[in-house]
């Protein structure tokens, strides 16, 4: 079962910020919320992940609401190469990743 | 440090054959997950290994098996192929058990005809 819910497709323009939204409603107390991505035709490339404090690295940020029950991927200044398809993921110590259809991003030039 | 390589990066079987996919991680990393991904399906784990032992499985027929070999080193082999078989292969690496932060190789496609 899906435990996210993620809009299926979004675009956003190049150098500007894309904000891509994630509804995790029944997430546990030990649960954290991963973000991977897939280009066309590569693996899926890890991104970041947090539990409950907003996390920042040298691809995204992501920030965590208070209630923990959703979550934004922040990609600061967008780039052609971030067009890919970003899976919004709910695991405790799991290493099996459930990876529902992901949202769609499209930089535009 | 060298990613996650796969072997061979594409597959032509037929129906009723078996196959072996390989699957090499990143240096240091013990854990390895299979991934198979399908236009229908999506993106859907299919086991793990650590220490040469499954650790974890997902929902597919026994058709499906893999091993690990004592350098981390992964294969996967599917019997008895069907057409639904046809599909993106994805092996996954990790430092360990339970470690969600996994590294992902290019994936062998195979065509089940």
């Known amino acids: 079962d899906a435990k996210t819910t993620q809009p299926p497709s979004m675009d956003c323009a190049e150098g500007r910020a894309a904000n891509l939204p994630c509804n995790h409603s029944?997430?546990?107390?030990?649960?954290?919320v991963y973000w991977y991505r897939q280009i066309h035709s590569q693996g899926p490339q890890y991104i970041i992940h947090?539990?409950?404090n907003n996390e920042t690295n040298e691809m995204a940020s992501l920030i965590i609401t208070e209630d923990r029950k959703s979550s934004t991927l922040i990609l600061p200044h967008a780039t052609l190469r971030d067009t890919a398809v970003y899976y919004c993921?709910?695991?405790?110590?799991?290493?099996?990743?459930?990876f529902g259809k992901g949202i769609t991003l499209s930089v535009r030039p | 440090k060298a990613g996650v390589t796969q072997t061979p990066r594409y597959l032509i079987k037929t129906r009723g054959q078996q196959v072996t996919l390989s699957c090499s991680p990143i240096?240091?990393?013990?854990?390895v997950s299979w991934y198979q991904q399908t236009p229908g399906q999506g993106l859907q784990f299919l086991f793990e290994?650590?220490?040469?032992?499954?650790?974890n499985k997902g929902n597919f027929p026994g058709r499906f098996s893999g091993r690990q070999f004592s350098n981390s080193r992964s294969e996967m082999n599917v019997s008895t192929l069907e057409l639904g078989d046809s599909a993106l292969y994805l092996c996954?690496?990790?430092?360990?058990?339970?470690?969600?932060?996994?590294?992902f190789g290019p994936g062998t496609r195979l065509t089940v005809t």
């Open positions: 996954a690496s990790s430092l360990g058990q339970g470690v969600i932060e996994q590294y």
């Open positions: 029944t997430i546990s107390g030990n649960e954290y």
């Open positions: 947090g539990l409950k």
């Open positions: 993921i709910v695991n405790g110590a799991n290493s099996k990743l459930t």
């Open positions: 240096s240091g990393h013990r854990s």
């Open positions: 290994y650590f220490s040469e032992t499954q650790r």
